[in-house]
Antibody, heavy 124, light 111 residues
Framework: QMQLVESGGGVVQPGGSVRLSCTASGFSIFNYGMHWVRQAPGKGLEWVAVISYNRRSEYYGDSVKGRFTISRENSEGTVYLQMNSLRAEDTAVYYC??????????????????WGQGTTVTVS | QSVLTQSPSVSGAPGQRVTISCAGSSSNIGAHYDVHWYQQLPGTAPKLLIYGNNNRPSGVPDRFAGSKSGSSASLAITGLQAEDEAGYYCQSYDSSLSAYVFGTGTKVTVL
């Protein structure tokens, strides 16, 4: 059974940092682009970042650019999201998701077909 | 504020057909980037419903159908069922932002 499990969420002070992890089981992340998506309480989905299978391409949403960094360790089956300079508006459930595309560069992503259950980050 | 605009809510009786629209622009849907649709049941993670404008992943009933025309896309649900009550989001790529974007989301209510 293909599964993604996020961890690392919690309560953090404004200006602080936290690193989220997303670990895959039932498949290898090596062949897939990987995303982070967040959802603030009572709000819609907001795309955060994506990384290509080989780490050569990374893209970020405007609201997190320069503060968040996505990375991956294929051998460990894990994707990370380093979140710095956190603000109250970063409070959300953070989901990681697998893309159907390998590269996910320049608009080539083909839909997020496996999602984790989410981890909550509260900035307060 | 998202560059993909959806109506906040739609409703229908069981068995009816409802349509959810996703309005974009020349830098996203109108630029021929693919549109994907997700269903989010209350309290759960999103689920891929339609990929590549009109393709259903394995296991998604054929009651769900996606289409795209110009700078807009639509998701149609036919034979509406109580279990379809959920939030629905379109998603595409925007070349002006160099970023992937979600629509504002539509809540479907089954009367």
């Amino acid at each position: 059974q293909m599964q993604l499990v996020e961890s690392g969420g919690g309560v953090v002070q404004p200006g602080g940092s936290v690193r989220l992890s997303c670990t895959a089981s039932g498949f290898s992340i090596f062949n897939y682009g990987m995303h982070w998506v967040r959802q603030a309480p009572g709000k819609g989905l907001e795309w955060v970042a994506v990384i290509s299978y080989n780490r050569r391409s990374e893209y970020y949403g405007d609201s997190v650019k320069g503060r968040f960094t996505i990375s991956r360790e294929n051998s460990e089956g894990t994707v990370y999201l380093q979140m710095n300079s956190l603000r109250a508006e970063d409070t959300a459930v953070y989901y990681c998701a697998r893309d159907r595309d390998t590269y996910c560069s320049g608009g080539s992503c083909r839909g997020m077909d496996v999602w984790g259950q989410g981890t909550t980050v509260t900035v307060s | 504020q998202s560059v993909l605009t959806q109506s906040p809510s739609v409703s229908g009786a069981p068995g009816q057909r409802v349509t959810i629209s996703c309005a974009g622009s020349s830098s996203n849907i109108g630029a021929h980037y693919d549109v994907h649709w997700y269903q989010q049941l209350p309290g759960t993670a999103p689920k891929l419903l339609i990929y590549g404008n009109n393709n259903r992943p394995s296991g998604v009933p054929d009651r769900f159908a996606g289409s795209k025309s110009g700078s807009s896309a639509s998701l149609a649900i036919t034979g509406l069922q109580a279990e379809d009550e959920a939030g629905y989001y379109c998603q595409s790529y925007d070349s002006s932002l160099s970023a992937y974007v979600f629509g504002t989301g539509t809540k479907v209510t089954v009367l």
